[in-house]
């Protein structure tokens, strides 16, 4: 049974940073491709990152040079580190797994796997 468990959420202020983690259990995720995606309230869920099975990582234009997705083997974990902050950032935030190596983008039908979220909050 694969288990996506998000933590790392808060309140921050506009320029703050935050760590996200998505601890997994009965899935790889050094393996797999892996992604963050983010809903904010009465928008549709979107993507913001993706890493592939070999590293190389995929970034939402509103995101890239502030965020930064990785995983940690040992651990079996996937990260998301949060840099510059901004109010737009403000959304529940999700780990999700596709099922497969490869990664097709930042597209949400093409992930099997999804945690429960953990919320972010930036103030202005």
């Known amino acids: 049974q694969v288990e996506l468990v998000e933590s790392g959420g808060g309140s921050v202020q506009a320029g703050g940073s935050l760590r996200l983690s998505c601890a997994a259990s009965g899935y790889t995720v050094s393996t797999s491709c892996m992604g963050w995606f983010r809903q904010a309230p009465g928008k549709e869920r979107e993507g913001v990152a993706t890493?592939?099975?070999?590293?190389?990582?995929t970034y939402a234009d509103s995101v890239k040079g502030r965020f930064t997705i990785s995983t940690d083997s040992d651990k079996n974990n996937l990260y998301l580190l949060m840099n510059s902050l901004k109010p737009e950032d403000t959304s529940m935030y999700y780990c999700?797994?596709?099922?497969?190596?490869?990664?097709?983008?930042?597209?949400?039908?093409?992930?099997?796997?999804w945690g429960q979220g953990t919320q972010v909050t930036v103030s202005s």
């Open positions: 890493i592939n099975s070999d590293g190389i990582t």
């Open positions: 999700a797994a596709r099922g497969g190596g490869a990664c097709y983008g930042l597209v949400v039908p093409l992930f099997r796997f």
